[in-house]
Nanobody
Framework: QVHLVESGGGSVQAGGSLRLSCAAT????????MAWFRQPPGKEREGVAY???????AYADSVKGRFTISRDSAKNTLYLQLNNLRPEDTAMYYC??????????????????WGQGTQVTVSS
C-alpha cells in the first residue's frame, strides 16, 4: 500500500525559507514520477514542481528560481526547497506520484497517489 507523508511546513516571514519533505512507502521515488502541488486558500490546486524518474524537472513560472525539487533515493524521500517565500506562496502543499511519465507534468489529473499535505503560511 502506498503512503506519501509530507512534513516541513510552517509559518515564516516573507523572504524566508522552508524545506518540505515527502516520505514515501510502498513505492520507490527513484522509479516514479513525482511532483509537488499546492492549494491556496479558496483556490484550486495547482502544480508547482515536477521531477521525473530520469531526473527531468519542471516548475511553475511563479516559483522558477525560488523553489527546487529533489529526491534522496536512499531515504525514499522527495523534497521541495522553498526560498525567498512570498505571501502568495501561502497554501497547503501536497506531494504526488505516478508510475509512468506524465504527458503534462504539472496537471493534477496525471497523478495516482497523493499525500495529506503540509501547510505553508508566509506573512508579509
Amino acid at each position: 500500500q502506498v503512503h506519501l507523508v509530507e512534513s516541513g511546513g510552517g509559518s515564516v516571514q516573507a523572504g524566508g525559507s522552508l524545506r518540505l519533505s515527502c516520505a514515501a512507502t510502498g513505492l520507490s521515488v527513484a522509479w516514479y514520477s513525482m511532483a509537488w502541488f499546492r492549494q491556496p486558500p479558496g483556490k484550486e490546486r495547482e502544480g508547482v514542481a515536477y521531477r521525473g524518474s530520469g531526473g527531468t524537472t519542471a516548475y511553475a513560472d511563479s516559483v522558477k528560481g525560488r523553489f527546487t525539487i529533489s529526491r534522496d533515493s536512499a531515504k525514499n524521500t522527495l523534497y521541495l526547497q522553498l526560498n525567498n517565500l512570498r505571501p502568495e506562496d501561502t497554501a497547503m502543499y501536497y506531494c504526488a506520484a505516478v508510475r509512468r511519465t506524465p504527458g503534462t507534468p504539472l496537471l493534477e489529473s496525471e497523478y495516482t497517489y497523493w499525500g495529506q499535505g503540509t501547510q505553508v503560511t508566509v506573512s508579509s
